[in-house]
């Protein structure tokens, strides 16, 4: 089959969550696993990334697999696949490996990770220039709706993190992020919009900080471990970032550390 890049789906659709990595495609998927089967093996067969250096996905597949415990056949199968087709299987095959599933260690003979840890590459971090004041809000508004109008996701993320920086005073920026941390396909941007939306007072926060409790990327894994409410749904998902050994360390350190500050 054709390999295709960038056609995502309406964010709205499971197909669009799991794509865009959101956290409440894996819940959603929790809930029809035959519905969401086809779609999980799609997203490791075919490269929807913008980028796929930042924009990460490994872990959120192999958590899928192995959460709605979905045969491993298909992903195998890839291995057999072109050599982008190979790469993607074969990393969520290795954390599978690492979460000990001795199916995936079969599969993969020669290509299990010798680290105790998974490593994932970590986008480089972009500052915004500490300058300006609320004279500059206005534009920087109004540079953020017009990649909107554009459909320009790349570098939104600066300007959402310049206009944090006057917390309350851009609220009226508010809804706009919002709309780029749903819609975004650079999955690696989704916390800055958080942090943003936190900033500017946002309503809906609660809500955003326990989704990202299974966001694709560990800086949003980290903002829902540190400032998700403390509700039983909550507090299990937190065990099961402290304890699981596909987990970034940094992330299973936070989850057991705010656990421990819970009881």
């Keep these: 089959m054709t390999q295709r890049r960038h056609e995502y789906a309406p964010p709205n659709t499971l197909l669009g969550l799991l794509q865009r990595g959101r956290g409440q495609g894996a819940l959603i998927a929790a809930e029809d696993r ?9 997203c490791i067969r075919w490269e929807w990334r913008w980028d796929s250096v930042v924009d990460e996905r490994h872990l ?9 415990e979905l ?17 993607r299987a074969t990393s969520v095959l290795e954390l599978l490996v690492l979460a000990g599933s001795e199916e995936d260690r079969a599969a993969l003979p020669g290509h299990v ?3 105790d840890e998974p490593s994932t590459p970590r986008p480089g971090k972009k500052v915004y220039p500490d300058h300006g004041d609320e004279s500059d809000l206005p534009a920087l508004i109004a540079a953020l709706e017009q990649q909107w109008v554009d459909e320009a ?3 939104a993320d600066t300007l959402a993190r310049g206009l944090a920086r006057f917390g309350a005073g851009a ?4 809804s706009l992020l919002r709309r780029f941390w749903l819609y975004t396909p650079h999955s690696y941007e989704r916390a800055d919009y958080l942090t943003a939306l936190a900033a500017l007072g946002s309503p809906g926060m609660a809500e955003a900080y326990t989704e990202s409790l299974w966001d694709c990327e560990a800086r949003a894994r980290l903002l829902g471990v540190e400032r998700a409410p403390d509700r039983p749904h909550v507090r299990d998902r937190l065990v099961c970032l402290r304890d699981d050994p596909m987990e970034e360390p940094e992330v299973r350190k936070a989850a057991g550390t705010r656990l421990a500050g819970l009881t």
Aim: aromatic share 6%.
């Design 60 to 68: 959120y597949l192999a958590r899928l697999i192995r959460d709605l």
């Design 153 to 155: 996701w790349c570098g």
């Design 113 to 115: 990770p010798e680290a």
């Design 71 to 87: 045969p491993l056949g298909p992903v195998v199968a890839m291995l057999a696949g072109d050599e982008d087709t190979r790469h």
């Design 34 to 42: 035959a519905s969401a089967a086809d779609l999980v093996y799609g």
């Design 171 to 174: 609220a009226g920026a508010a």
